[in-house]
């Protein structure tokens, strides 16, 4: 196997637009005579959903992927043991047809389907699982595993045995997991990608001295219900039918344009867009009205980071100062158009049986004043400027520059905006090098940890580099209680140690807003904004159009 081949569709660099593909595609079906109609409707008659996405996701790896928006591509490629449901928080059946778990709630034995196959054909096995897991384990999402025996043991190197490890295949189609104890979200936590399978065979031949297995996404080969059919880097992604996938359906592919919300809007007013996942706050009335915007519930958080190393933001009391001298309603007005709900705390309402602690970071100009003179800058003075970091788009720019001036004129603060590209923002923010950064959480399963575990101080994503070990005491406690409502009272408690140490700033909590052209149906989108392209399709309505 070529690794390396660079005219392979996924790894290629064709330049070639959409409507080439579409002309191929269409012909090859007998639909010539279809030439003079949209790009919506020739895509519609193909069975092809167009789709609009803010971002090129930044790796097709599952186990390197970050960003949420991404999710509905992770969905189309890769699946994992169970499927995220839309109309309850149980999962489905995924690669795995069945399960059992012991009395104890801490071991899952998953029974494989017989049929499930990789994108190439060959068999897919308890193995991969096995391979993936391990390979997880020194990885971006790595602190996901730790609910599995020993796994936090490997991962920080205090053994380098992964037989300790609670991963095991028992035969080709049968894999055993334990716990290091019972995890009530255990079951929605398999959900996240990067809980997906590898293809073993494709890392092992793609591997070199060089790039270790970096290159094999260059010829991804994958177990979702597509897989790629050609990538234009800053352009598109077009995935069509896995052959090998083990259930039907309806789409005979997607295009996942890359478009940032203006982009979107105009190519769905311009029928080449069936869905538009961003859509511009000046907008939103307009297609509220038409029936066009869809409103779904999305368990995330919008905030901004603090980074508690940096010595002007190191004093709490310029941190509190910070997120009380901002007006969330009078920001989310203006950048979101109002569709929003602030946010005074981390966790967001929608989780089951969860109360946030009362709030502390309230609007409150006079206090916030108060509280920067006594960290020793009265008015501003001899506070050095800082600098809010986002990435390139509308809303982040708009909302950075609402904050900027809430700051000035609350605080007396000089504030920089910088922007950077969504890649580069990533790693700037990874690596630290930032004093402010816009940032936000979607849950990888339903259930408060999911928020609140990635402030832990050896969390890889505790960006803000802020420790306090009672915070820590009480997460560890959380994962070591049964009774669900005395580790709600353990997170409760350690999210007041949050918020009172302030290293972020809530401002909302999201909904997802959406543009659906009427020919889009099954559209069924779950809390963590997974999308089930089995129920999808383009078609509705088709048999009666003319023309």
Same mark, same amino acid.
């Given at each position: 196997?070529?690794?390396?081949?660079?005219?392979?569709?996924?790894?290629?660099?064709?330049?070639?637009?959409?409507?080439?593909?579409?002309?191929?595609?269409?012909?090859?079906?007998?639909?010539?005579?279809?030439?003079?109609?949209?790009?919506?409707?020739?895509?519609?008659?193909?069975?092809?959903?167009?789709?609009?996405?803010?971002?090129?996701?930044?790796?097709?790896?599952?186990?390197?992927?970050?960003?949420?928006?991404?999710?509905?591509?992770?969905?189309?490629?890769?699946?994992?043991?169970?499927?995220?449901?839309?109309?309850?928080?149980?999962?489905?059946?995924?690669?795995?047809?069945?399960?059992?778990?012991?009395?104890?709630?801490?071991?899952?034995?998953?029974?494989?389907?017989?049929?499930?196959?990789?994108?190439?054909?060959?068999?897919?096995?308890?193995?991969?699982?096995?391979?993936?897991?391990?390979?997880?384990?020194?990885?971006?999402?790595?602190?996901?595993?730790?609910?599995?025996?020993?796994?936090?043991?490997?991962?920080?190197?205090?053994?380098?045995?992964?037989?300790?490890?609670?991963?095991?295949?028992?035969?080709? =189609?049968?894999?055993?997991? #334990?716990?290091?104890?019972?995890?009530?979200?255990?079951?929605?936590?398999?959900?996240?990608?990067?809980?997906?399978?590898?293809?073993?065979?494709?890392?092992?031949?793609?591997? #070199?001295?060089?790039?270790?297995?970096?290159?094999?996404?260059?010829?991804?080969?994958?177990?979702?219900?597509?897989?790629?059919?050609?990538?234009?880097?800053?352009?598109?992604?077009?995935? #069509?039918?896995?052959?090998?996938?083990?259930?039907?359906?309806?789409?005979?592919?997607?295009?996942?344009?890359?478009?940032?919300?203006?982009?979107? +809007?105009?190519?769905?007013?311009?029928?080449?867009?069936?869905?538009?996942?961003?859509?511009?706050?000046?907008? +939103?009335?307009?297609?509220?009205?038409?029936?066009?915007?869809?409103?779904?519930?999305?368990?995330?958080?919008?905030?901004?980071?603090?980074?508690?190393?940096?010595?002007?933001?190191?004093?709490?009391?310029?941190?509190?100062?910070?997120?009380?001298?901002?007006?969330?309603?009078?920001?989310?007005?203006?950048?979101?158009?109002?569709?929003?709900?602030?946010?005074y705390s981390l966790?967001?309402?929608?989780?089951?049986?969860?109360?946030?602690?009362?709030?502390?970071?309230?609007?409150?100009?006079?206090?916030?004043?108060?509280?920067?003179? +006594?960290?020793?800058?009265?008015?501003?003075?001899?506070?050095?400027?800082?600098?809010?970091?986002?990435?390139?788009?509308?809303?982040?720019?708009?909302?950075?520059?609402?904050?900027?001036?809430?700051?000035? =004129?609350?605080?007396?603060?000089?504030?920089?905006l910088v922007n950077?590209?969504?890649?580069?923002?990533?790693?700037s923010r990874a690596?630290?090098?930032?004093?402010?950064?816009?940032?936000?959480?979607?849950?990888?399963?339903?259930?408060?940890?999911?928020?609140?575990?990635?402030?832990?101080?050896?969390?890889?994503?505790?960006?803000?580099?802020?420790?306090?070990?009672?915070?820590?005491?009480?997460?560890?406690?959380?994962?070591?209680?049964?009774?669900?409502?005395?580790?709600?009272?353990?997170?409760?408690?350690?999210?007041?140690?949050?918020?009172?140490?302030?290293?972020?700033?809530?401002?909302?909590?999201?909904?997802?807003? +959406?543009?659906?052209?009427?020919?889009?149906?099954?559209?069924?989108?779950?809390?963590?904004?997974?999308?089930?392209?089995?129920?999808?399709?383009?078609?509705?309505?088709?048999?009666?159009?003319?023309?």
């Amino acid at each position: 196997m070529n690794c390396g081949n660079k005219s392979e569709s996924c790894g290629g660099c064709c330049t070639r637009g959409f409507s080439w593909i579409l002309l191929l595609l269409l012909g090859a079906l007998g639909y010539w005579a279809s030439c003079g109609l949209t790009d919506v409707q020739k895509a519609t008659r193909a069975g092809i959903l167009l789709m609009g996405i803010e971002e090129e996701p930044s790796s097709l790896d599952p186990q390197l992927l970050i960003p949420i928006e991404n999710q509905c591509v992770m969905a189309a490629l890769f699946e994992g043991l169970v499927l995220a449901q839309a109309d309850t928080p149980e999962p489905a059946p995924g690669m795995a047809q069945s399960w059992e778990v012991d009395t104890t709630g801490s071991i899952y034995t998953f029974h494989l389907r017989p049929e499930a196959a990789w994108s190439d054909g060959h068999p897919l096995t308890a193995q991969d699982f096995v391979f993936a897991f391990k390979r997880s384990l020194s990885g971006r999402h790595a602190d996901q595993f730790d609910v599995l025996k020993g796994a936090q043991n490997y991962r920080l190197g205090s053994t380098s045995d992964f037989g300790s490890v609670g991963v095991k295949a028992l035969d080709a =189609h049968t894999l055993q997991l #334990t716990l290091s104890q019972a995890v009530p979200y255990f079951l929605s936590l398999l959900t996240h990608w990067a809980w997906s399978p590898l293809p073993q065979h494709i890392l092992d031949a793609c591997r #070199t001295p060089e790039h270790g297995d970096a290159l094999w996404t260059q010829n991804l080969v994958c177990n979702g219900p597509f897989m790629p059919k050609k990538l234009v880097h800053n352009g598109y992604l077009d995935v #069509t039918r896995n052959p090998h996938y083990w259930d039907a359906l309806a789409l005979n592919g997607i295009h996942f344009a890359f478009m940032k919300a203006e982009t979107q +809007q105009r190519a769905f007013e311009g029928q080449q867009l069936h869905i538009a996942t961003c859509v511009p706050s000046h907008a +939103q009335e307009k297609y509220k009205a038409s029936g066009d915007l869809k409103m779904d519930p999305f368990l995330g958080t919008y905030y901004y980071i603090f980074n508690t190393r940096h010595e002007a933001l190191k004093d709490v009391r310029v941190r509190r100062a910070l997120c009380m001298a901002i007006d969330r309603k009078a920001l989310i007005q203006r950048v979101t158009g109002g569709m929003e709900h602030p946010a005074y705390s981390l966790v967001p309402p929608q989780i089951p049986h969860y109360q946030a602690p009362e709030n502390s970071l309230t609007e409150d100009a006079k206090q916030a004043q108060n509280l920067l003179a +006594q960290a020793g800058y009265p008015s501003g003075k001899n506070f050095p400027k800082l600098e809010i970091l986002f990435n390139t788009a509308d809303s982040h720019k708009l909302m950075a520059e609402a904050i900027q001036y809430s700051w000035k =004129h609350v605080l007396g603060i000089e504030v920089e905006l910088v922007n950077q590209e969504f890649k580069v923002y990533l790693d700037s923010r990874a690596k630290g090098q930032f004093m402010v950064a816009r940032a936000s959480w979607i849950g990888d399963y339903v259930d408060s940890y999911t928020f609140l575990s990635i402030w832990h101080s050896r969390a890889s994503n505790n960006y803000a580099g802020w420790t306090d070990a009672r915070y820590d005491a009480l997460l560890e406690a959380s994962n070591q209680q049964s009774d669900p409502q005395k580790r709600r009272a353990l997170m409760r408690d350690a999210e007041g140690l949050l918020l009172e140490g302030a290293p972020l700033m809530p401002i909302y909590f999201y909904n997802t807003r +959406q543009l659906v052209r009427p020919e889009v149906s099954g559209r069924m989108q779950h809390l963590l904004k997974w999308y089930n392209y089995k129920f999808m399709d383009v078609r509705k309505g088709l048999r009666g159009e003319k023309g």
